[in-house]
């Protein structure tokens, strides 16, 4: 519990740090850009300080290419 | 608006060298003797050639794009849409393997050093300096590897001469043992993890380097070397501590560093070892980092990527949490997935680009033509002339200076690599502008004598005394990249 409010935290002081000057040089891709990558990172670290169960990325490029790799393997055989 | 950052062609090979080493050191013995046990040493040798024509592919796509990182030259070669698309896959790769990358040294700092500190604290140490040290731009990244560089070969060769008292000669035999299948393997195993990545150094080849003739050069140099280094471990891990023994390892290496003993006094210095290859995942890290953060602001389209850097850590250090449940997973997801996940992205869509940009003729010199001769003199060619200089000051900087000046803007306009035409043009004086105007073949017929031999090359256009004056300059400007590295070769030859 403490985690998370942790990282809300400096997810909130990197957010106060860094929109404003964007903001300044009216670059309006780049926040919501900044915004959406922020997010995304808050909240995976908050999934991990809780330690829900998120499944690795790397289990959908395992899915993706187990065919191919199949494959591979029955063609060397 | 940011300034654009420039490295030499030295850094480039230091980083070359140490990227291609990476987390290849740790886990590359144990991956390569499970298929073709005390054979490994010679599929290392054959790997490492084979690197080299991957080597060459890069720098043939770096050709075509000059001014261009990987991630641009897919939207200019594939179009809008597509380009847009293998770039996201791109990015993907680079993302993950960075997240992959946090959680391998945390992985390895908890199993082998310090076994009760959790693994978070390693991944969020070490991506702080991460991000630091992409805040602070590459510029000042390669500075660093610069001096990172010595301190790995002092200890790399203390390394090698401490261990070689354990030798068993008879580990080796017997030679050529393993089937041709396991070989073929194994070595697809090495390429994978060795020269596959380097594809990411294609983020800075073309575009961040000031010379590019030295740049290639070191660019071939460096993963040579690295690859040599890759190749005295495993037979340094086969030797001393045997194929099976090496095969049932994590890390081999730091095991390898365990036995270390000097007259059974000095004991126990694997961590001071363990620096090494800190020092090469640091450098794999951050260009593995480094190329997400910079594809991400050129996919959207994002002048200044700065902002961007402490979103994408938070990101990357999360991924290193739930990447990889355990070492097992990594352990498969290594040996399986992985040649085949990054061989799309680093060798296919690399071969798919140059052969589509030979298709529609993409030579390099796209952008520039609509600019007047005068007026490029300036803006567009300031950044690499001015560094071209610096590296060229042995050079009288006069004529330097006047030489392009009179003529440095055709040599923009027309050619493919600025700097080495900037250095013909500093010997040459007025006359050799139509040289320069003629074609781009003036880094092609350079490359005929750095041995590294780029086959696209017509130099009919040029006349005699262009090519040679350009080479002894070219020559000049190299000796200072080289030195270093023949010494470290010769040095880890002993």
Known sequence: MIMTIVILLISASIALAIIPTLKKNKEKKAIVIFSILLLIGAALNIGVSLRLKIPSPLDLVTFIFSPIRDLIISLTK | ?494
Not at chain 2, 272 to 289: G, K, L, N, P, Q
Not at chain 2, 351 to 361: E, N, S, T
Not at chain 2, 411 to 418: F, K, L, R, T
């Open chain 2, 1 to 494: 608006m940011m300034e654009k950052e420039i490295i030499s062609s030295r850094q480039f090979m230091i980083i070359t060298l140490l990227f291609s080493i990476g987390t290849a050191i740790l886990i590359i013995p144990s991956t390569v003797t499970s298929e073709s046990k005390q054979d490994a040493w010679i599929v290392a040798i054959i790997g490492v050639a084979i690197s080299l024509l991957l080597v060459k592919l890069f720098v043939a796509l770096g050709n075509r794009t000059p001014t261009q990182t990987f991630i641009e030259a897919n939207e200019t070669i594939l179009g809008r849409f597509f380009g847009k698309i293998t770039a996201l896959g791109f990015i993907s790769l680079t993302l993950l393997s960075a997240g992959e990358l946090l959680f391998f040294i945390g992985a390895f700092m908890k199993t082998e050093v310090m076994v009760e500190t959790p693994t978070m604290v390693f991944a969020l140490l070490f991506g702080i300096i991460i991000v630091y040290a992409t805040y602070l731009g590459i510029e000042v990244f390669a500075r660093s590897t610069e001096i990172l560089f010595p301190i790995f070969i002092l200890i790399f060769i203390v390394f090698v001469i401490c261990i070689s008292p354990q030798i068993h000669i008879e580990n080796i035999k017997p030679i050529l043992e393993a089937s041709p299948k396991s070989i073929s393997f194994s070595m697809f195993q090495f390429i994978s993890l060795f020269s596959f990545p380097l594809a990411v150094l294609l983020m800075i080849f073309p575009s961040a380097v000031n010379v590019h003739k030295s740049a290639q050069k070191g660019f071939y140099i460096g993963s040579m070397i690295g690859g040599l280094i890759l190749i005295i471990i495993i037979i340094l891990c086969i030797l001393v501590l045997g194929p099976a023994n090496t095969a049932a390892r994590i890390s081999p290496s730091y095991a390898l560093a365990q036995r270390i003993s000097i007259g059974n006094f000095v004991q126990r210095i694997e961590v001071i070892m363990a620096v090494m290859w800190i020092i090469s995942i640091f450098i794999r890290t951050f260009m593995y980092f480094y190329a997400s953060v910079i594809g991400i602001a050129q996919v959207c389209k994002i002048k200044d990527h700065r902002p961007l850097i402490f979103p994408i850590g938070l990101i990357t250090i999360g991924l290193s949490q739930i990447i990889h449940p355990n070492i097992v997973h990594s352990y498969t997801y290594n040996r399986e997935i992985w040649p085949l996940f990054s061989g799309v992205f680093t060798v296919s869509l690399p071969l798919l680009l140059l052969i589509v940009a030979m298709i529609r003729k993409i030579n390099g010199n796209q952008g520039n033509t609509t600019q007047s001769n005068t007026s490029s003199n300036g803006g567009n060619s300031s950044q690499s002339e001015s560094n071209s200089n610096d590296e060229n000051s042995t050079q009288s900087n006069n004529s330097n200076n006047s030489a392009q000046s009179d003529s440095g803007n055709n040599s923009n306009n027309s050619s493919q690599s600025n700097s080495s035409s900037n250095n013909e043009n500093s010997a040459q004086g007025d006359s050799s502008s139509n040289s320069n105007n003629s074609s781009q073949s003036d880094s092609s017929s350079n490359n005929e004598n750095s041995a590294q031999g780029d086959s696209s090359s017509d130099n009919s256009n040029q006349s005699d005394s262009s090519s040679d004056s350009n080479n002894s300059t070219q020559n000049e400007s190299d000796t200072g990249n080289t030195p270093n590295s023949d010494r470290s070769g010769n040095s880890s030859d002993k």
